[in-house]
């Protein structure tokens, strides 16, 4: 049973029922999921949860499904006191949420899980997205679970790594000539033409959810209570607009105290409309034609921006951008100190918290919380010249040889 209530303008309120939409008849803003948090208080408790299975599907009651979800194991990620990386950069309280660690290496998997399993509820025999990469992978994985028809559409420059991450649960794969942009525009298109479920338009309020988890995740992992600051990539902006959601659904229940977090979101220098929104004390995004390494979060036009950009603003946090050469040294960074081996997105988070703290904006006592939301290895071809090995016969000494005599 599912405390979901209704579907709920963003901007005018008015209420739909619990559908596959996520525009407003009215006004054409989107439509989030409303819950009837009374019910939930009375079921939701922090003892409960403590018991419960580690997966992300532990928080059903804040979720907008019935049952039967459609589960790879996605969730319950590590929490990880980043030490080393803390020492670094100046910060005494870091921590990493590694959500490269999901069925399919990257956050997607929360999402999709949600979608996917309302995908089933409402009867679609066929999903499909506009993805830039992970979530083409995840919702291709998602498919073959739940024995669905999958059709993903990616631009057609996508990393091979992340075309051969999709294409091995074998969807229906479909490379567009032309951006992300050009791609999910083609896909709201082609919405209008087949009854088919998808992922990240029609099923968006619901995809949407998915996110919370994460900021869930990360309250119950410290222990019940909030960070004081999140950083977070952003692509269309909803990763974090529903972090911060979540941040206030436990609150509102009682599960945490007051949530003080400052929420910095964070992009590539070449895709960051956010960011320069942020920047120029605009509350408009204008959109950008996005040049970056970091294909997974290079949305030009994105659609919850002006959320993000709210968010970033109420909490009292930030927005930072960072070139592709700072985000591949926040990948180094990152695997060298902490050995965790993330895509560009969570090198360009690394990168964007290296020069907050040293800014002097996140501060040393801070408890900081960096979301690391995809695994590197897939995308490989941004780090040339690091493969330096020593080639040597398979004696000690020619071992001893090359390492010189000051190796002990
Ligand atoms: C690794 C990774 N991190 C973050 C994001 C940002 O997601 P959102 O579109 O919700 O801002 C994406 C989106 O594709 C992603 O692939
Ligand atoms: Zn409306």
Known sequence: MSYAKALRCRKCGREYPLEAMNLCDFCLSPLDVTYDYQQVAK???RENLD???LSMWRYRDLLPTDGNEVDLGTGYTPLVKAGNLGRRLGLDQLYIKNDCLTPTYSFKDRVVSVAMTKALEFGFETVACASTGNLAASVAAHAAKANLRACVFVPSDLELGKLVSAAIYNPTLVTVEGSYDDTNRLCAQLLQK??????????????????KTLAFEICQQLGWRAPDCVVSPAASGLLFTRIWKGLQEFSMLGLVGQVNTHMFVTQAAGSSPIVRAYEAGSVHINPVKPDTIARSIAIGNPADGYYALMVARQSGGGACAVTDDEAISGVKLLAETEGIFTEPAGGVVIGSLAKLAAQGII???????????????RTQEILTGIVKAYRVQPTTESVAEVLGASVK
């Not at 479920?197 to 968006?204: C, P």
């Open 363 to 377: 501060k040393k006592d801070d408890l900081v919380v960096a979301l690391i939301t995809g695994a590197g290895p």
């Open 43 to 45: 079921v939701l408790t």
């Open 194 to 211: 087949y009854k088919w479920g998808f992922i990240n338009i029609n099923l968006r309020p619901y995809y949407a959810e998915g996110s």
């Open 51 to 53: 018991n419960a299975p």
